[in-house]
């Protein structure tokens, strides 16, 4: 009963009900489309993704499960239907990514390394990446314009900031919201424009509105467990230092 009130605290009230609103969007858009293999295994993608998103804003090691779980629901579609690029990120990168992330998160944690849950890039290193999420993207887009793919140039916008954005996922970097709401906001815009030639794709639309807003209260929310770990690391060194000017000759024992 405890666990059960808790779902509807202050503090995750809003995770409760993008979870809720996940699933009365897919379970409306069953229900006005049909039901087919293609359809069931995108709303178990779906599902999981929005788990992954939630558990990821809540700084919970378990999100690299979900993804992981989604991911194989996505590249087993995209296969399906030919989505080739799709089933790339999905299969080669995403679930390898989120494989090591979550190993070297519990290594951290073994070590009593939770400060190396949470980094955060170096000016020069967002710099740095930036300049890799440009070259990807125009990769990426003359990949999808020599496969005729449908709106390229919008959909490798889309995959490149998913995939840099995954990149730093798997390495605890809080600069990954950055790319992933500008990801899921172009998302909303790319299957905006989908679903005007094909109506089941409306689900991702409410999905990266959801998205969006999960990946701003993650990044909200890891920026105070940064900032409370600067803070209370302050004290501790503040200590050693007048310790060792009290008893310099103790620190080399």
């Known amino acids: 009963m405890e666990k059960f009130k808790s779902l509807f605290s202050k503090n995750n009230i809003f995770y409760t009900l993008a979870a809720t609103l996940t699933l009365i969007i897919v379970v409306t858009n069953r229900a006005i489309n049909g039901f087919s293999s293609i359809l069931?295994?995108?709303d178990f993608g779906t599902i999981f993704f929005i788990l992954y998103a939630i558990f990821a804003a809540k700084h919970k090691r378990i999100y690299y499960i979900f993804?992981?779980?989604?991911?194989?629901?996505?590249g087993a579609s995209a296969i399906i239907q030919h989505l080739w690029l799709n089933a790339v990120m999905s299969l080669l990168i995403s679930i390898p990514a989120m494989t090591y992330g979550f190993l070297r998160w519990g290594k951290n944690e073994k070590q009593n390394k939770d400060c190396d849950n949470i980094k955060t890039l170096s000016k020069k290193h967002l710099i740095m990446t930036v300049c890799l999420y440009f070259c990807t993207a125009a990769i990426f887009a003359v990949i999808l314009w020599l496969l005729g793919g449908n709106l390229f140039w919008l959909d490798a916008i889309y995959s490149a900031a998913c995939?840099?954005?995954?990149?730093?996922?798997?390495?605890?970097?809080?600069?990954?919201?950055?790319?992933?709401?500008?990801?899921n906001s172009m998302g909303v815009i790319l299957y905006l424009?989908?679903?005007?030639?094909?109506?089941?794709n409306l689900t991702f639309i409410f999905t990266m509105l959801i998205m969006v807003a999960t990946s701003t209260m993650g990044l909200v929310n890891w920026r105070k467990i940064k900032n409370g770990q600067q803070t209370s690391d302050a004290p501790i060194s503040q200590t050693e230092e007048i310790n060792k000017e009290q008893y310099p000759d103790t620190q080399n024992d």
């Open 163 to 183: 995939v840099v954005g995954i990149i730093l996922c798997s390495m605890a970097y809080i600069d990954q919201f950055y790319f992933f709401i500008f990801a």
């Open 40 to 42: 069931w295994i995108n």
């Open 67 to 74: 993804n992981i779980l989604s991911c194989c629901f996505v």
């Open 193 to 200: 424009l989908l679903t005007l030639q094909n109506i089941n």
